[in-house]
DNA sequence: GGCATAACCGACCGCTCTTGTAGGATTTAG
DNA sequence: CTAAATCCTACAAGAGCGGTCGGTTATGCC
């Protein structure tokens, strides 16, 4: 599995987020009734939002959380990373600030890290796909804004990214 | 991390065979030591990928293994998942031998499964990553068949599959 | 026939990460 | 004041990862 379901949780809290037509906010709760999924470990994942800047949260009564940014400018990469820490291939490739690619078997004998071709490869595939996607989409794909389900039917070509 | 270091190992491992100009078997040993990896754990990778028909042994003294294949033929997809295991981004992600991708969490109540687009979008850029990389092209970025570094200057651009 | 080599096989083990649960502290609307 | 919510920390069962170990079988060579 490329993921754990933190990623999975995560980006349908956020797309239940995306749902609300309105500015107010939604308590937990409420997403993890309408996503079956257990309360308390939202808690932890929606923390890892809120520190990534993604939502802004409301204490108190009535209170809950909200997109910090239109769901339009929210790019998957970023909820992804956010949630499962730094997106890489295999342990020993780190990305450096200016988005070089650096391996920490480069240069430790007789000849040129095999695999860095394959995984710098890998890696540009599932970094496009996830910056390629905004939230936006994907609450559009989910039936649009709360309501009900207007459209069952898809409206975008499933795979259209290949 | 997407992929652990089974995969890396196990890639290594048939670079290392890959990189033999003969078509004499080479021993785990010889691997472990060339890519200073854990014998034992090898032990394990290499039964995967014979399992998997990528590779053939032949036991006893002077034994070893040999690439099933030539290193053109062989599409890097079919060696990680021997490794790793199917790949799929998530765990409800299950693809049929028809090639169509089913998400468990489908149909589960009031609107389609909101991550699906995503997660398949993922999927196809690394499937087309791995897919679209063949053993011989790690073989020739590794410094070509064995008898030392010939050329240290990468041949292929990198990132060529973007 | 012995012996060294090397593939094969399964059991085991410490560690980390995942997937939560639990309990409490704090903030706020009504 | 109270209920509703966010927030924070600690804990825990389970699984997978990375690796070790001991033993069995097969084969080439002297």
Redesign the interface.
Known sequence: ?????K??YG??LM?ELGRQPSAAPISLSAVAEAE?LPLSYLEHLVARLRKAGLVTSTRGAHGGYRLAKPAEEIT?DVVVEALEGQ??????FHETPEGKVLCSHES???????????W???Q???T???A??TLA???E???GPAG??AE?E?R?P??S??
Chains 1, 2 share one sequence.
């Open positions: 599995m490329l993921f754990s379901t990623a999975e980006v349908r797309v079956r998957l997106i890489a291939p295999m342990e020993c430790d004998g007789d000849h040129a890290c095999a695999t860095k071709l394959l710098t490869r890998v540009g595939g599932v496009k796909a996830l390629g996607t989409e994907l609450v794909f989910a039936g009900g389900p069952t898809p975008a499933v795979g990214a290949a």
